[in-house]
């Protein structure tokens, strides 16, 4: 069994912007994974397999809807509080934070949101306590950056809706309860639907052969015809900008967990690098490694800074969907280049399974391309500042 000896880098005492309440709850969420992920994640990133024994300590550690209130199963939590945990589990592995992410961000903030009372108290305490697990449907084979060219269709048949179409690259979908799946209606309009598994004609192949997010299950949704419940569509929004507000939410767990994953490899690179003897010393003392451990460390502390700041404007509503995305690419792009640089550090140590690093940069190529790609957050950065849309 591996021992986790990290330790957290806080470089400007960022400690001192926190609550009591906020270290409470990430000192335990941080306790969790060294307890219950770092010594198995490994083996199961090797396998392509999803540890599903750590949904219930998923569960515990409130990761599943730390903001959605109480009276629904969650958590009660700020958004700073949101932010800790995604970087605590983000530490272990992107791919047990993506688990979290879409259960909380991409399911219950859009039934939250969205759904109506009964829809409400149907699933989020189940899916707050992980009894449901629960999986989101935006990208389609056809569609990725531009969702809203999806085909995905329902029609209304009186009594129900039949569902047709297929969507791409769902997290969780193997294994997950129910789907919050976007879908056009006859008019063209953005509709959120609720397909249960079970339902006749909705199946969910896994997606093997990736190299990246290898402890996540990632797979297809598949509707064949299925005839899904008038009470299952989301009534409180449609368009675009639904499935899109869910993604404002998810995307800013993610500029929170890339700081966490890229802490893991800083502080593996800095603890190795004061091991390792070359040349009669350690490679810490060399400058060029000095160079590498200084700017990480300087780059990590500007993306605490900024994840902190935008959570606290969230914790306000004041977060524009533009700040979140440049949160999220800067703080992606941050962690990436932290787990390349890292790896150098270990040298031929770097590239196996006996650090984290490896994996770590493995998965980062998935976060770089989910929730918006670098580019796509780029050009929403480009869209805010002057005014002009260079998507289309
Ligand atoms: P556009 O015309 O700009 O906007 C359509 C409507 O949406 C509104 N809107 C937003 N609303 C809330 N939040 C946002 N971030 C919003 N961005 C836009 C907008 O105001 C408009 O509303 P209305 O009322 O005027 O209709 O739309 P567009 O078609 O030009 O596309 C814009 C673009 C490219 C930025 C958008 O489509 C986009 O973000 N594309 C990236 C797609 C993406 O991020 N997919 C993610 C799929 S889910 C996923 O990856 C989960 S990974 C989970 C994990 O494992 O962690
Ligand atoms: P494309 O849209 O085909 O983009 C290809 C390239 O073209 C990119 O570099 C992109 O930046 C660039 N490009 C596209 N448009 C423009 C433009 N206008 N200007 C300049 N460059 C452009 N989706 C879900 O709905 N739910 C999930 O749970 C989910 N989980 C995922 C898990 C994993 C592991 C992965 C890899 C993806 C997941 N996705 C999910 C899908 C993800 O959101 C999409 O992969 C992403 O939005 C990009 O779409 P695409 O892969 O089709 O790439």
Redesign the pocket.
Known sequence: MKQDLFQAPDYYNLDELLTEEHKLIRDSAREWVKKSVSPIIEEYAQNAKFPDQLVKGLADIGAFGPYIPEEYGGAGLDQISYGLIMQEIERGDSGIR?TAS?QSS?VMFPIWKYGSEDQKKKYLPKLASGEFMG?????EPD?????GGMITHYKDMGDHFLLNGA???????PFADIAIVWAKNEEGRIHGLIVERGMKGFSTPETHN?W??RA?A?GELIFNDVKVPKENLLPNKSGLGAPLGCLDSARYGIAWGAVGAAMDCYDTALRYSKERIQFGKPIAGFQLQQKKLAEMITEITKAQLLAWRLGMLKNEDRASSAQISMAKRNNVEMAIKIARESRQILGGMGITGDYSIMRHMMNLE?VI????????HL?ITGMDITGIN???
């Open positions: 993506s879409v991409l999986c989101f449907g935006l990208t569609h990725g950056s531009n969702p969507k791409l690259w769902i997290s969780n979908s990736k990246s997010l996540s990632t998935s391309t989910y929730e918006g790609t670098h580019d796509i050009l260079a998507f289309k």
